[in-house]
């Protein structure tokens, strides 16, 4: 896999676009799952994806064909959906006091936005309720549980994408794991 | 559940990771089945992590690599050459050290643009043109640079002119070579030679001694 792969870079590099598809068509569906379970929309998630791609292409000679090409490719739309994300997040302070309002700051504006209420949350498929959950993540967790568990990748290539310490992901992914415990122990039959 | 120690909880983590060492999984165990607390801790975590499994795998639109394919950038006349260049990084370093030594070549080619010759007796000059005037002898090589010779008397030696011509006129004489440079690399062909000969004479000395 890896030798195809690096033949398949050497002959982009060479200047034949077409390889290049070869590579697309390899990793496509890896990539498109990242993207949709962070961002948790598929029209969104297909322009990420895309973009991921494109970026790997016009940046293909900075890769060093020593590593990991998955790593590499994941990295750049991790990176991009973690920016498109914070984009999307307002622009002020959350623990700002929200005017008119007493003792109401937009951590609690923000939670009554997000939050389904209860039946609406037990109508939901069993599909649709697992990426509702991923998405009410932190993006902090939400990178790290979505690669260990979705994309089912070892501890130390999450660490290698996410350009972090070992140590660092560990903690992220045990804090990523008791908030999804806090958020699913409120519905006790969720299973 | 207050009064559990904070290590449980982390060595539940250590569990659900693999990572956990014999000792950690011992305590861990020993402290479940004595806990009904941290038993449901445990419990929950694990669901979650069977939660969080259970997602079903998402692929790709159908035309997702064609897609890609039209969005890549079209490859602007120049990216090729600096792939190459790139890629090559001896063989520009080489074309750069002979773009600089040919320039300098044709710098020091125009440069050498003025009326110069070699300071001989008898010689007489008219404008840039250099007279060896009739019935006089010059002995010693001439050598005349962005001019002309008229040579009517008699030149005991070699004969050079560069960027000019010779006349000659029926009584002139010329005991040595005549040569004419007009172009670059007879210039530099010229410069080569002389090269050569001072070295050969320079061996020829270091024998004669």
Redo the contacts between chains.
Sequence with gaps: MDALINKRIKQV???D?DA??EI??LY??R???VC??MLGN?HEA?DI???A??RA??NI?TFDQKRKFSTWLYRIATNLCIDRIRKKKPDYYLDAEVKGTEGLDMYSQIAAADELPEEEIMKLE??DR??Y??SRLPDKYRSA?VLK??EELS?QEISEILELPLGTV?TR??RG??A??KQ??RQPN?? | MNACPERIV?YM?EY??G?ISREHELELKSHLQSCVDCQA?MH??S???????????????TN??Q???A???K?KSH??VS?WL??HPILTAAALFFLFMSSALFSNFNEEQQFSFTKQENVVVEGETVIIPEGQVVKGNLVVQNGDVRIDGELDGNLTVINGSKYMASTAVITGKTEEINEVFDWLWFHIKEGAKEVVSFFDKEETK
């Design positions: 590099l060479k200047g676009k290049f598809a697309v068509d496509q569906h990539l498109f799952q949709f379970r598929r297909e994806a895309q973009e791609f494109v292409f016009i000679h069993l599909q697992i990426q959950e991923i549980i568990y979705m501890l560990k992914i045990h794991r008791e999804l415990r699913l122990s969720f299973l | 982390h983590h659900l990771d990572e801790h929950e975590l669901d979650v992590v069977a939660f969080v499994k259970g997602a079903a795998h998402v692929e790709a639109p997702f690599s897609t890609v394919m969005r890549l950038p490859e990216a090729g792939r790139r890629r």
